[in-house]
């Protein structure tokens, strides 16, 4: 059955004594979990009157509440959301990995009215300049207060939650420019998201899921449709490699999603017997290296799926059974995706030598685009001309490279601009270059990703120091820790220091140049250890590095 609203999903559940939700020690059936959310539903309702002077001014479509939630995967994250799917409100997940500034200036740029937050959440903010008008915390007495009060609220779509378009969320992602820019997810959509149910979820299912709901990952791959169906949502606080068997088992789970690294730091506990005793029948995420998926089926018998995609949602590509290994595999037969070069024309298709090797990388190697995608991206909030490097015409564009064989399977070549993926956190080099430019003695910087062995990218940085002045690693390594605004995964795992910045005929920084160069060419290279202290790069850490990339089928140097 289709439904227009994800309210009119959760309404379908408010009858429903199907097991919902498991966090920790706890449950709730769905008629519980949806009667948690009226009670969020009716407290966002008083709160979009008392703020309303708040929101006044905003264009007609953003004329409602704007709700960030700061906090761990817990279930009242959960329960603010739905609520407001029920009540008509937008809900904004902030990135608990941001700090200071940066962070502060993604809070503003949605226009965020009211946070939810804890302690935690609460000591990041202090001091900021977000420009909300309240912060709530979960755990006060004030809290739980409001939760009495409207304990007895009845499930209900108010009518601003009516409309299919109306925003329900936002969800951060970074672009090339460095400028925050938030996808715009609507209530319709998220309905569309469930009711597709892409898994083949069915109602005994059990999916466990440790990623970030402020990601979409979470939201769209297993609680959309989770709900839909009515299935349970085993939820965790954060991941934990170390939690994830005993997780699974505890939980029975039968589905669990994943994002980038997270498999290698499963595979990376010891091996355990009962890995072959779990009842999980998928595994669906993105970005893990074959090796990973081929290692994670021998221990835990089970086949990991994946595909390509997005917060914008407009380029789905999944693997199927004969996808080639290092493929990303084919579009769905809803898209009309295709590689397409800087003058929009479709690339050849990809040629490969004896080895294996792509002959024709400088014809082949386009823009991953959907033809008809533009429609299914709603945009990101109040940034135009973002969103219309995105759509073009009924092209979407996403701004990430690849290629296509003979046989129409997709794969994954890099990224234009500077955007960066670590451990599936998207950030541009920008801010990360802001920061290191404060640190003593530097004339130039210039930050790029280098191909991690297993998916996504290492931060890389490339300083050239005042006249004079030598590079003090020590000091290097105690000024990355101090940064405020240092994001969680912005300090750079390799750093190049250069007697002069490679520079274009325009005098722009050549950081094709430097990709190029990687880590692998000879120079002054200087790399973070897991106590994040930087030394030398010797011969060895090299050899240990290049055999890494081997055993994961994946190069070192960049485009």
């Given at each position: 059955m289709q439904h227009e609203t994800f309210g009119d999903i959760l309404l379908e559940r408010s009858t429903d004594d199907h097991t919902g939700l498991l966090f920790e020690d706890s449950s709730w059936t769905w008629r519980e979990f949806v009667a948690e959310s009226a009670v969020r539903a009716e407290i966002l309702g008083l709160w979009s009157t008392e703020f309303s002077d708040h929101y006044a001014g905003r264009p007609e479509r953003y004329r409602r509440l704007h709700v960030g939630i700061l906090l761990e995967n817990v279930p009242e994250y959960l329960f603010v959301l739905c609520g407001a799917a029920l009540a008509g409100v937008t809900v904004i997940g902030i990135?608990?990995?941001r700090r200071g500034t940066e962070l502060a200036a993604d809070i503003r740029?949605?226009?965020?009215?009211?946070?939810?937050?804890?302690?935690?959440?609460?000591?990041?903010?202090?001091?900021?300049?977000?420009?909300?008008a309240a912060i709530h915390d979960i755990d006060s007495e004030l809290w739980q207060?409001?939760?009495?009060?409207?304990?007895?609220?009845?499930?209900?779509?108010?009518?601003?939650?009516?409309?299919?378009?109306?925003?329900?969320?936002?969800?951060?992602?970074?672009?090339?420019?460095?400028?925050?820019?938030?996808?715009m997810c609507s209530t319709g959509?998220?309905?569309m998201l469930g009711t597709v149910n892409y898994r083949n979820l069915v109602r005994d299912d059990v999916a466990y899921s440790a990623m970030p709901l402020f990601h979409g990952n979470a939201l769209f791959a297993a609680f959309a449709p989770c709900a839909y169906v009515g299935s349970t949502f085993a939820l965790r606080?954060?991941?934990?490699?170390?939690?994830?068997?005993?997780?699974?088992?505890?939980?029975?789970?039968?589905?669990?999603?994943?994002?980038?690294?997270?498999?290698?730091?499963?595979?990376?506990?010891?091996?355990?017997?009962?890995?072959?005793?779990?009842?999980?029948?998928?595994?669906?995420?993105?970005?893990?290296?074959?090796?990973?998926?081929?290692?994670?089926?021998?221990?835990?018998?089970?086949?990991p799926g994946e595909s390509y995609g997005s917060s914008e949602g407009a380029v789905v590509i999944g693997r199927t059974e004969d996808t080639p290994p290092n493929a990303l595999?084919?579009?769905?037969?809803?898209?009309?995706?295709?590689?397409?070069?800087?003058?929009?024309?479709?690339?050849?298709?990809?040629?490969?030598?004896?080895?294996?090797?792509?002959?024709?990388?400088?014809?082949?190697?386009?823009?991953?685009?959907?033809?008809?995608?533009?429609?299914?991206?709603?945009?990101?909030?109040?940034?135009?001309?973002?969103?219309?490097?995105?759509?073009?015409?009924?092209?979407?564009h996403s701004g990430d490279l690849g290629y296509r064989d003979a046989d129409g399977f997709f794969y994954f070549s890099g990224r234009s601009g500077d955007k960066i993926r670590v451990d599936s956190e998207n950030f541009s080099s920008g801010p990360v270059e802001r920061i290191l430019d404060r640190f003593p003695g530097v004339l130039v910087v210039a930050v790029y990703p280098v191909p991690d062995p297993r998916t996504g990218d290492q931060v890389m940085a490339a300083i050239q120091l005042e006249s004079g002045v030598a590079f003090d690693p020590v000091a290097f390594s105690e000024f990355c820790r101090a940064q405020p605004d240092m994001g969680t995964k912005w300090a750079p795992r390799f750093v190049r220091v250069l007697e002069d910045m490679p520079v274009t005929a325009t005098r722009k920084i050549s950081k094709p140049s430097l990709r190029r160069e990687s880590w692998t060419a000879p120079g002054d290279i200087y790399l973070r250890g897991d106590d994040g202290g930087y030394r030398p790069l010797t011969d060895d850490d090299r050899d240990a590095l290049l055999a890494e990339y081997r055993l994961h089928g994946r190069q070192p140097a960049g485009a």
């Open positions: 990135n608990p990995t740029s949605v226009d965020c009215d009211v946070i939810v937050t804890d302690g935690e959440g609460r000591l990041l903010l202090d001091g900021l300049e977000t420009g909300v207060r409001l939760l009495t009060d409207h304990r007895e609220a009845t499930p209900a779509l108010a009518q601003d939650a009516r409309d299919p378009e109306a925003l329900l969320a936002l969800l951060f992602t970074s672009g090339s420019t460095g400028a925050p820019k938030a996808v959509r998220l309905a606080r954060k991941f934990s490699a170390s939690g994830f068997l005993p997780d699974v088992l505890r939980f029975g789970a039968t589905y669990v999603n994943y994002v980038g690294r997270s498999l290698s730091y499963i595979l990376a506990q010891p091996e355990r017997p009962e890995e072959s005793q779990t009842k999980l029948r998928i595994v669906f995420g993105t970005e893990a290296s074959v090796h990973d998926r081929a290692e994670f089926e021998r221990r835990f018998h089970v086949k595999g084919v579009s769905g037969a809803y898209m009309s995706v295709a590689i397409l070069d800087e003058n929009g024309e479709e690339c050849p298709r990809a040629e490969f030598d004896a080895d294996g090797a792509l002959a024709n990388a400088g014809e082949a190697i386009g823009e991953i685009c959907n033809l008809t995608g533009a429609a299914m991206f709603e945009g990101y909030y109040r940034n135009p001309e973002a969103t219309a490097e995105r759509n073009i015409g009924e092209v979407y």
